[in-house]
């Protein structure tokens, strides 16, 4: 076992804001107004690939997966959502849910290394996050499953 | 219950070879030789979103990709791999495996929409298929946990 203790990624940190700690990850908000995007950081050092969780982690991941999600959906009701773990360029293990439209201006293709990032007012990051906080409250527990 | 029957969507037909069927899933082998490319394909019709998993799925479905990642190190050992279900182009449920290096022409950025397909040819493309088999035999099972 590691002795390592778990710590976001200065680019995950810096490109994002603490939503909500789910019982294996972090749920964040993307500080990017184009898109709504969420992402999931499991809370273990060290993880980079899928196939390095442990058994009782890769389920709980898919079960935080689902849950942000339903989230994404009852928050922006998007036409699509992307779920996405790529890790090229910040190693560290991350789950993009991101909702897509076709009016959005990467649309069809991916949002990964599309433009430029454009970051929330302060006012509208604490809302969504705040909105966003009340809706995962009002939702069935991840554990149901 | 939907009283459709599964088939796999023609584009993805197209530009994909079977390789296995996993529990849950088809796993397929992408027709393109410029990455090592495995897709999953759920054997549930009318699926579109992580959401729509029932709560089993979700979870077979985490199994599988771990699966399916440990085959792609195995067979390729890239630098990283990609995983992703995005349906932009295909509604249908798929999720991409995808293995990354950064000598690959689309690296760092993602692959979706990256150029033009190489497709293997009718050797290759056997030949990878029948190892992919060998080694996914040699694996342990998925239902391992």
């Known amino acids: 076992m590691s ?7 200065p680019q995950i940190e810096a490109a994002s ?3 909500s700690d789910l019982p294996l ?3 964040r908000l993307m500080d990017d ?3 709504p995007w969420l992402l999931l950081v ?6 980079e690939e899928w196939s390095d969780l442990s058994p009782e982690d890769a389920l709980q991941l898919s079960r935080e ?12 009701a998007p036409h699509k959502v992307n779920v996405a773990s790529l890790g ?4 560290q293990m991350h789950v993009h849910v991101v909702g897509r439209n076709t009016s959005d201006a990467a649309w069809p293709g991916p949002v990964w290394g599309f ?3 454009a970051p929330y007012s302060e006012g509208a990051r604490q809302g969504i996050s705040l909105r966003l906080k009340e809706l995962l409250e009002s939702m069935e527990p991840i554990a149901d499953f």
Not at 70 to 76: T, V
Request: glycine share 4%.
């Open 3 to 9: 002795t390592k203790s778990f710590a976001v990624a």
């Open 17 to 19: 804001l603490l939503v």
């Open 25 to 27: 990850s972090q749920l």
């Open 33 to 35: 107004a184009r898109f």
């Open 42 to 47: 499991p809370r273990r050092p060290g993880l």
């Open 65 to 76: 997966i689902h849950t942000a999600t339903r989230l994404l959906i009852r928050y922006a």
């Open 88 to 91: 090229n360029l910040v190693r």
């Open 115 to 117: 433009g430029t990032s």
